[in-house]
Structure formats: C-alpha cells, structure tokens
C-alpha cells in the first residue's frame, strides 16, 4: 500500500455514481460521507458526482457543499459547479419525437424528457408516478411529449417489466445515433452519442489538467462503463453488474450498503505510512 502523502498527490479528483454505488438500497447517503469530503477538499482533492438522475436531485442530496461539487446529471448530458452551467448535450427535437414515439408502444413503460431542471410526464400511473418520486419532485404533466419546446438531456424509460429485459431491444435502433444505457432495473436512458459519464470526467479532467492517474471513479451499472474506461483507479461495486466489473480495474471490497465507496476512499487517501488509519 502507497503512503498517504504519496497517495494524496496522486489522486486529484474523486467521481461517484449514486444509486447502488454511493447511496445505500434506500436512497440514503452513507453517514461518514460528508465528514469525508471536507477532508478531501482540505488536501484540494476534487468531488463529482456522476448519475443518470437529474440535476435538481444532486441538488437536494448535497445541499451543504453543492458550491464545492461537480454536478455530472442526466449521464453525462449536463454539468454543473453549484449554478454555474459547465456543459450541456441536448438531444435533437427530431430524434426526440421518434424516441417518444417508441416508447408509447411499449407495455407497462412511460417515457419521460429530462430538462435541466424539470422533468415531463404525460402519464399518471400511480405505480410510474412512485418511481418519478424516488428521484425528483421536480416534474410536470403535459398533453405531449413531443411539443415541449425547452432543451431536452435525456429521455428515460420507465419500464415495470425490466429495461434490459424488455424495452432495450426497441433501442436498438437508435444506437448508431445515439448512447442508450440501462440505467437501473426500471430506467433506459438515452442520450447524445457523447452525453456520457466517461466524457464528462474528461472534460473536468481536462478543465483542471488531471491525468488519468490521478482520478478515482466509482460505478455499478453499464452506464458507468465509459467511465471506468478514464481512470487509473477505476472501481466497479462489489454489488456491481458483471460486466462492469470486467471493465473496471479493481472492485470494492464492500457493497453500497456497507460504504464500499467510502472504504476504498478512506484507502486510497488518508491510511500512513504505517499502513494503519
């Protein structure tokens, strides 16, 4: 194991997934974790938070040092530094109105169209309405979909049936144009083609001229695959999906409910040289 002070100058910027990576199975942020990041800001290392949720849920969960955060919403399709706008990758209204198209086809699965701030519903099931409301109350119902007229990041399926196991195979189609990813159990997202995770690590990693082997990333899901793909300290969940575990350098010892995330970063950045905490 490195030393602390060898480890600390490596290891400029953090980047997490949220759900099933940094957050518990019931949406909860580990308790340690912002003790934990006010020590990494002390030795200047850099925090962002990587999610297919939208940004006003990064918003609501990190409150207390959201000036201090790097905001990667929507997948990759918006970045943000508290209100400062970094980056945004909308999709096409074209491409928009055959995605809405699809999804109106599919049993049990509701479209919706993730603006930078507000989420669009045209469905009301209460059962959809339930999986809207784990990740943001920031949403409004509207007769069409395909008449919304502010920038849309992302479109993301809610599918009761499984997303991999149902709708992805209706996506298909749209993969010579654009990134689609399951995104969760229930959730199929798609993006611009470089709306991804990996790609937004890039653009911090270039906005403050850190390599790859001075970033440490975190993820379970394939839409975190491009991700593992920019960092020398690349970490797949110990609960991660497989394939995600092929792709990453290291997997964690512990699960998401067990602060696997903290753990590795407790490691990594601040043991002694005596190899003791």
Known sequence: MQNCSYLQSMIKLI???????LLTDRLELPG???????????????IAIATGRPNSSIAEKFAPILSQLYAISDN???????????????????EIQSLVSVARGIKNAWPVLC?????????????????????????RVVEDLTKIDTPIIKLSLCDLAGAEQNSYKYYRQFENSLKVAVGGASWLDVTMPKANKGEAVQFLQRLHDITP??????????????????ATYSYAMKNAYPKLKEAAKFITEKDNNEGGVLDVIEKLCFINELGKY
């Open 76 to 94: 990759g399709g918006l970045i943000r530094n508290g209100k400062q706008e970094l980056l945004s990758k909308p999709l096409p209204q074209a």
């Open 15 to 21: 980047v997490t997934d949220l759900d099933g990576t």
């Open 32 to 46: 340690g974790f912002l003790p934990l990041t006010r020590r990494l800001f002390a030795v200047g290392i850099k």
């Open 213 to 230: 082997d001075e970033t440490l990333v975190f993820g379970d899901l394939m839409n975190d695959y491009e991700m593992m793909k920019t």
């Open 115 to 139: 603006g930078k701030d507000t989420w669009y519903l045209e469905n009301t099931d209460e059962a959809f309405i339930n999986k809207v409301h784990l990740y943001t109350k920031n949403y």
